[in-house]
């Protein structure tokens, strides 16, 4: 009888330690920084840091359906999707597309692959020129926005999986903004991207053609404009590989919206920063030159 009990009480004894054990436990853990439970994202939670190769597969599916469903598999030649188009097309990213972005099936290997390649998508389309069916002239405002919002869920998914994807936050909003009409949504979202990534001169460029492209506020935007260069020179100007392309980009945006405010000075100046490293600085220094005859004209000649 007494033998008989004594692995119950073992068992008793042995839950009480455990149950003991996690009580002393769950203060430290709660106050540990890096404590999981702290995070409001479930998803992030369960998939743990799998989730960026998630978040860079809801991105491609992004730009598949941006595609209309015409999109090279791994067997084919993808030397012109190496940039999405969905974020290339919007000016936030480096471009670096090579080849026949319409042929990457290659020419049909015999009569039956060519007709069976009617029962697929087998055409180059964007969603925003009118997606497979081509444009609708008689619905210029679908052909805008219409099936563009297919691809907003697989964007704000591919942000939420990864929230340190700058792409993701940048491309988003340029089609919010651009393409469906929707600045505040936009900036509400680049904000959320700021939050996630303080400082970041990707977003902060965004933010600024919120304000300048889709408000008309030019002055917030040059202020805008002027921290991303503050930032990119902090985490860019020392690199021996620094990102050029968002220098030229954010310096190019700076001349030009100050030459409009008749602020040739400050026009001047981004300019001279803009052709430091700029492929082709003699096209920048023409402009430069004509910007100088504008500054020295007398007044009115404008």
């Known amino acids: 009888m007494r033998s008989s009990r004594i692995p119950i009480l073992a068992a008793a004894a042995l839950f009480i330690l455990c149950f003991s054990l996690a009580a002393y436990l769950d203060g430290p853990w709660q106050k540990w920084p890096g404590n999981r439970a702290q995070s409001d994202n479930v998803l992030a939670i369960l998939i743990g840091d799998g989730r960026r190769l998630f978040a860079n597969h809801f991105f491609s599916k992004a730009d598949a359906y941006y595609h209309s469903g015409f999109y090279p598999t791994i067997f084919d030649n993808r030397e012109a999707f190496n940039t999405p188009h969905v974020a290339a097309d919007t000016g936030t990213v480096e471009e670096n597309n090579h080849g026949d972005d319409k042929g990457f099936l ?108 889709n408000r008309g506020d030019v002055n917030r935007a040059i202020n805008i404009w002027k921290l991303a260069l503050k930032n990119w020179n902090e985490q860019e100007s020392r690199k021996t590989d620094p990102d050029t392309f968002f220098f030229q980009e954010i310096t190019a945006r700076l001349a030009k919206w100050e030459a409009r405010q008749g602020d040739y000075v400050h026009a001047i100046e981004h300019m001279e920063m803009w052709k430091t490293r700029a492929p082709h600085p003699e096209e920048i220094q023409k402009q430069i030159d004509a910007l100088r005859l504008q500054q020295n004209a007398p007044p009115g000649a404008h």
């Open 106 to 213: 290659g020419k049909p290997r015999d009569w039956i692959d060519g007709f069976s390649r009617q029962f697929f998508p087998s055409h180059h389309t964007h969603l925003d020129e009118g997606g497979a069916s081509g444009h609708d002239d008689d619905k210029p405002e679908l052909v805008k926005s219409g099936d563009v919002r297919e691809i907003l869920p697989w964007l704000k998914l591919s942000a939420e999986m990864d929230p340190n994807n700058i792409r993701a936050y940048t491309t988003t909003a340029y089609w919010l903004r651009d393409r469906m009409g929707k600045p505040d949504e936009a900036e509400q979202f680049l904000r959320e991207g700021l939050r996630s990534n303080p400082g970041s001169y990707e977003i902060l460029f965004e933010l600024g053609r919120v304000y300048a492209e």
